[in-house]
């Protein structure tokens, strides 16, 4: 709409692709402060890191870390102070807040900590919405995908149902079904199985093989190191650094576990931690 | 209006029982809490049962889901139970009316959340100073020295007339932790109290944590963390609303 | 400072803008009960006090010449409380523009100091000096005269006098109120020089008490003509009048009757925008709720809390609208007045009045913490868990009606649009709250126009009595032939008709008083008038004495009906005439009769006479109608006519199409004062809505959403909103305009209306809510697009 500020020439979108062997995704000396009322606090202290094709990738580190804000940069919903990210031919960084949208639409699946689906349209709504946005596909063709996405994740009985009366599961299933409407090559997730039972979990990593297989980057972002280790490449963030980046073998030990009074008892709590939890949340499924 | 004042009193005076380290203070028999959903009943706690003594820093652990945030809703009051029983003192708190349980949690139960639940447009001091007006057990003028002087305990008496954004996550924590003794609860229950923070003011709030258990109070506490559950004496974890493991189990005293 | 209450003004400061808005809500509504009473207290008062305190005349005797002494032994009749001779005479007056017409001149003993019907010095002397003219200060206007000019008279004989105007007054008691005629006030010995005898010819007489009581002054003056015969001469006619209240009151308080009703509505729709503005607030505020529960506030401390909230707006609201009101509502009682002589007291530059003032902080507190104790009750009742997880239970459950699957058939919904259809039924209540404000606002909006319409058809139908071009009167009777003759004389002149017309006296049974009619007697084959029946039939050639009155008969004798036989004293004979007939004319007092030429013109002597014509002209419009008057007139005259007065008919409508504007103007502000509520409950409820869906707009840009889809959902929104809300105003628009003008019109022409539609009223008003619902979806969907995602998405 002409009201709101120049009209920008629609930047050519297009889907990411990097030559074989290249990163698609390259993030250099990324830096990034956040002004606030308190001072200025410094989230990422300059990281510099590759993506390619075919990854899954797992970035792991405390609250606070850094980890949920890099991954920002990537999905454009937050820019660098400094610092430049590349995906594909596009500079990220310097596109504008609705060619970013754009960019989006082709080329991201996000899948957020907490689905937000959108609690107006039912779950096929949700999933064709997409597609409708970066006008992929015919309307004929979205629909029969958005029911072939829905099965795939195990929901093609209540495609028509609204968000409200499905339960945390289904709703993060269907999230994840929306985030590979357009097939975009690279796909972020934000503990996309926290609320899955372990069958659910088992088809929705199964489904990221097969997607990364198929030439898709999946970056998942987690606290739980268990989850970290499904994934071949796990990225390490700590105070703003990348301690490991999960490609080479330099790894730098920042562990402050200290010995204490209850060692022992810990360390059966931290064994129990790592099994497998046998029965999962009940959701009326 | 007079019904509800004798119940004020009634509700006030349980803090002031003996300090009696031996006796659990905190007692949960056969807690069961099954909540209403779109997807049919879903059982959120089962057959729970724990006792807590005072001077002792508990902590519980458990997936996401687990139900570690109901047995603290439970424990705190503000969620009721679907049946069973939980006692603080010689309060019957599964008994009371959720507006008495306000003013049963406010005099007796400090409360800290992993986001600190301050208010916004209010400044440190009046954020402190609040539950003490709220539940009318000291003149204005001394619960505006009292928060103070919470406020100088910890360490951040120098911000006092600064609004919580304008303050660091840390410092906005500690004057949660300042608030919820404005009314010298016996109990403190914190979920994730420093998930949000770096490791040196994660540690200091430890410390302080410490002294109030030295003091006499009962600190429970909910965490993700491996190493911060270390650091507990009565360890417990949940797992599916059922407790799996409890390092103290009933009839265990934690100080013997 | 308890903690509790600096949040409370934390919280009404921190949000300017929506404390902003809250409060406009609350004053606009208060400002018009203030507006309002405040000249239904003020106006009404003071058109009595004035008219009242002008010693308004209660008798008037027509007799032979007296003096002083006649006087004087008529007022120590006991019941007399004043008594004053008065001397009437006309001459011709040259208007500023050329014309002619003709004004009356008023001569007493002591002119300027009478005391019966007093003036009201607006400018220049109290009291002219002899060959001085003080003139009515409407007459200056339709004379088109200042303070200072000279005025040249014309008398009978064609001798020229000039007099300067050296003093301008209001007559207070409104005697005039139909014929405008424009009169002057001169001394007794300027009479003379005018070439009339200089003593009096009518008594003027006041009575002591009871002046509302009209047997009481009946007998008085029956008594007063007992003394004036016994003096030997004879009583030509008299005239009565109570005088207690302003001629005009009731429909003055019938016009601010309607209004406050008005008012009311708009206390009313100011009411549903506080609603919605509260609930917002507390919805907004669930968490901070939560958190105070948590750390021990019980639900009674969270609901005094935000119940003071509310009276702060409240209080801030009163503060300015209660000066605010009193003195728009004092300019509107002046507006009001201007129209009729009322001189207003002086209260000081913020006129306040205690009933005003508790009525507004009645209304200021009442309809606030009327409308803001559901959504509190709602807020401070929450529960700890579901305020501070977010109320994420999903209070709405969203599910597909047939309404939905009906709309979803619309081609310009598939797509991304849908949501914004969906989104605008999310939040019924709030939906509905808006949908009836901008309805309601909209329906009088649209109905004001209709009843425009309404009103000038009635001043159409009233005018169907002057429906002559131009009105030809002379000093005495011709033959109508001879007139009929010169009149095709001058080109333009359509045809022309003359009438019988003269004063009557009608006795009404049971009561000692008569009322004066004026009766017109037009040619049976008259093409001239139209008349409006309400009951009966009307004058047919060959009826014996019928006569076919106004509505203002009904006022004197309010059984009366066709068929009756009633008294009328004609040319000093009482006989029997029948009433044939009742029918619509002005509404006011006056009493007006209609009869056949041929009854009348026997009665009074003048069989193929008249002195009164009736011309029909070529071109109706009122500046030919001006022009030809004056053609007319000089014509006559040099052919040795002696004409008393040419006057344009259309001049009569015109005067009574600019008091319905007023009224009409009146209405219109009252409307548009709906229509803003309405549009700011529009623009509220767009950007409460935006606000509370952040979330989801950041889900949208994440997942594809670029700009102009986003800003699009807004619009889109508003535009349906704005499009279901003309549906309904338009409907809602019919009853308000049978109402609204049935009310007026009945109040002026004691009347109902016919039933008019004026597509005006629909065009304007779709434009405004086109041009309302963009200009208020715009703001919040800029700002909607220029959320960032990050600021909405933050994680915990």
Known sequence: MKLFGSRQPKAKISVATAPAGEPLIKMRDIVKVFKTDAGDFTALKGISIDFYESEFISVIGKSGSGKSTLVNMITGIDRPTSGTVAIGDAQIDQLSESEMARWRGLNLGIVFQFYQLLPMLSLIENVILPMQLAEQYTPAERKDRAMQLLSLVGLEDYAHKMPANVSGGQQQSAAIARAIANDPPIIVADEPTGNLDSRSAAMVFSLFDELVQQGKTIIMVTHDRHLAAKARRTVRIHDGLVVDDGASTDVVDLSDAKPSAGAAEAATLADAQQEEVTEALKHAT | ?256 | MRPRYRKVIADLWDNKARTALVVASITIGVFAVGMISTAYLVLPEAMNRGFVAASPVNIKVATMPFGDDLIKSVSRIPGVGAAEGRQTVEVRITKADGSLENIELIATKDTGMHEININNLIEGKQVPDDNELLMWRDGMQTLGFSLGDIVTLELEDGTIRKMPIVGVVDDLTHDNATMRQPRGYITLDTVEWLQFEPIYNNMWVTVDRDTDDGNYIASVSAEVQSKIENSGRPVFFVREFTSAVHPMASIAQAVLGILSILGLLIVFLSGSLIANTLNSLITQHTRQIGVMKLIGARTQQITAIYLIEILAFSAMALAISIPLGAIAGYELSKVLSTEINVILPDRGAVPLMPLVVALQVFVGLAVPLGVGIFPIRRGAGITVEDAVTGGGKAANKESKSWFDRTMEKIKAFQGPMVIALRNTFRAKGRLALTLFTLALGGGIFIAVFNVRIALHGKVDEITGYFAADVNLDFDRNYRTEEIEQFAKQIPGVDYIEGWSITLGDIHVEGQQATKEVIMFAPPADSRLIEPVLIAGRWVRPGDQRAIALNEAYLSVNPDAKPGDQIQISVNGKEKTWTIVGIYQFTGLPEVFGYTTYETLSSEINSKFHASSYRIATQDHSLAFQQDLSAQIDAHFQKNGFLVKEAQAGGEFRETMTEQMDTIIWLLLVMALLTAVVGSIGLAGTLSMNILERTREIGVLRAIGGYNSIVVRLVMIEGLIIGLISFLLAAAVSFPISTVLSNVITIAIFKSPADFTLSPNGFLIWSLLVAILTTVASLVPARNAAQLTIREVLSYE
């Open chain 2, 1 to 256: 209006m007079f019904k509800f004042r004798s119940n004020a009193a009634a509700l006030q005076s349980s803090s002031a029982v003996t300090a009696d380290r031996n006796t659990p203070f905190i007692r949960l028999r056969d807690v069961r809490k099954v909540r209403q959903t779109a997807v049919g009943d879903l059982v959120t706690l089962k057959d729970i049962n724990l006792d807590f003594y005072r001077g002792t820093f508990v902590g519980i652990v458990g997936k996401s889901g687990a139900g570690k945030s109901t047995l603290i809703n439970v424990l705190s009051g503000v969620t009721d139970v679907t049946s069973g029983e939980v006692w603080l003192g010689e309060t019957a708190v599964h008994k009371l009316s959720e507006s008495n349980r306000a003013l049963w949690r406010g005099t007796n139960l400090g409360v800290v959340y992993q986001s600190f639940q301050l208010l916004p447009n209010l400044t440190l001091l009046e954020n402190v100073m609040l539950p003490m007006d709220f539940c009318g057990r000291f003149k204005p003028k001394e619960s505006r020295e009292k928060a103070m002087h919470l406020l100088d305990q910890v360490e951040i008496a120098d911000h006092a007339h600064k609004i919580p954004s304008r303050i660091s996550g840390g410092q906005q924590q500690r004057a949660a932790i300042a608030r919820a003794l404005a009314n010298d609860p016996p109990v403190l229950v914190a979920d994730e109290p420093t998930g949000n923070l770096d490791s040196v003011t994660a540690e200091t709030i430890f410390e302080l944590f410490h002294k109030l258990i030295d003091d006499g109070r009962t600190i429970i506490m909910v965490t993700h963390d491996r190493h911060l559950a270390e650091r507990t004496q009565h360890r417990l974890r949940i797992s599916d609303g059922a407790i799996t493991e409890n390092s103290h189990p009933i009839g265990h005293n934690p100080h013997a």
